[in-house]
């Protein structure tokens, strides 16, 4: 079966808090993993791709087969992290397969 | 390049009408997505159009339908309206090839249900 399962639908940290938003996959073969986000008002985008292994707006996040996950994290949170994150695997059916989302609160 | 686009943003509806949902993808990208959004639920996967074809549709009755055009911009319908409709609507357009997570989606048409 193919999975995504973000067990956390809400997260709250204060400003300057590491933050980890959890995310595991089930999936045969090899992955494909993204991060979107949802800010207020905004439509969603795109945070991030295993496959490009870059850091975007301070967030990374590492693709761990063995544990099947792909947790988003940041060390540092600030304000204008607050939004809804969405993790996604590229299904082997022409579509992404989406966890629940996280909602992601920083507290001031 | 503009950015994905969809018509009408707000939209209200009763009961057992019929509504038809507009999305132009960014130029170029021939691969179109269709999402409903709802706090419960999620994001929940609709169909995906490429070249005019429906490749991919998920579990949704047979009224939620959708077509693309030769011009990749795609429609989708929902006929006989119900309450549990009421959702917002997400069209995604990506690649210029095959099927690509990398996703850019527009910013909704907001279906409400009376």
């Known amino acids: 079966a193919q999975r995504v399962t973000q067990p956390e639908k809400l997260l709250s940290v204060f400003k300057g808090a590491p933050v980890e938003l959890k995310c595991n996959y089930s999936y045969s073969g090899s992955p494909e993993l993204f991060w979107y986000v949802q800010y207020s008002r905004q439509r969603l985008q795109l945070l991030l791709r295993?496959?490009?292994?870059?850091s975007i707006k301070g967030f990374t996040a590492d693709l761990n087969k063995g544990e099947t996950s792909f947790h988003l994290k940041k060390p540092f949170a600030q304000e204008e992290d607050s939004a809804m994150y969405y993790c996604?695997?590229?299904?082997?059916?022409?579509?992404?397969?989406w966890g629940a989302g996280t909602k992601l609160i920083i507290k001031p | 390049k503009a950015g994905v686009t969809q018509t009408p943003r707000y939209l209200i509806k009763t009961r057992g009408q019929q509504v038809t949902l507009s999305c132009s993808p960014i130029s170029g990208h021939r691969s179109v997505s269709w999402y409903q959004q709802t706090p419960g639920q999620g994001l929940q996967f609709l169909f995906e159009y490429f070249s005019e074809t429906q490749r991919n549709k998920g579990n949704f009755p047979g009224r939620f339908s959708g077509r693309q055009f030769s011009n990749s911009r795609s429609e989708m319908n929902v006929s006989t309206l119900e309450l549990g409709d009421s959702a917002l609507y997400l069209c995604a357009s990506s690649g210029t090839g095959t099927f690509s997570g990398e996703q850019y989606f527009g910013p909704g048409t907001r279906l409400t249900v009376t």
């Open positions: 996604a695997l590229r299904g082997s059916n022409y579509q992404l397969i």
């Open positions: 295993h496959i490009s292994r870059e």
